[in-house]
């Protein structure tokens, strides 16, 4: 019953908004699966097996946290969910050292931002290569999630959908937008602080600024093998597209990047 009762409050909370924005959004409106609030925060906290967390960065069975909406809406403190950690699990061991890694990471956006306010939302240093001129919106077939390459495409509907998105496809989207499409970071920025439920300033703006060589000694990239390795090759097994990503990373520097 009580599954039931939140089911309907749920589709009453998707009709009354979907009529409170109307206008502000196309196609069909939905909600993201992610609940709000203290409850669900605590529910995803204690079924989070920080012993896991080596298994991160594989998108389709790696095991995160999904916490950082919460700690982006002040839900859980970052103190809190350290405490709550080692309280289980203790201090010592690789994943355990990882996730508390994170969350210090966390803290350290935030002192950036303390330290420049709003100039991580400009170029923080040089490119590590010669900047191409940058496009200033966001193409159509991205915004549309049309792109033709289903790594790319999928990510984006998750994005829209879910407002949630592993951190590994965040990267390698970023990547995709900006070196293959050469279009500037802070539009990208823009767009994921649009839709994530996480979307935090200096951990967003950074992390884009990160992968454009802005607020990094080098640009990320990846190649299809990257892909493949951490998704089990699902993405890649239905796309017909020609792949830009199917060369080695020297190639792709080649291709890419203006010395």
Known sequence: ???DTTRRSREAMRTYLAAALDGCYIGEPTISPIEGGRTAAERQLAAFDARRYASRNHVTRGHVSRLSPYIRH??????EVRDAIFAR???????IYKFVFELAWHQFWQEVYAALGDGIYADIEDYKFSPPAWAMTLPEDVARAETGLVCMDETLRELYTTGYLHNHARMWFAAY????RKVHWSVGERLFFAHL???NPPPNALSWQWVAST??????YFNRQ???KYTDGVWCRKCTADCPFNRTYDELADMLFER
């Not at 937008?177 to 293959?180: A, E, G, T, V």
């Open 89 to 95: 699990f203790g201090r010592s061991g690789e994943s």
């Open 215 to 220: 607020f990094a000694s080098k640009p990320y």
């Open 177 to 180: 937008l900006i070196h293959h």
């Open 226 to 228: 990257n892909i493949e």
């Open 197 to 199: 439920l996480d979307g």
């Open 74 to 79: 002040g839900v859980l403190t970052l103190r």
């Open 1 to 3: 019953m009580k599954l």
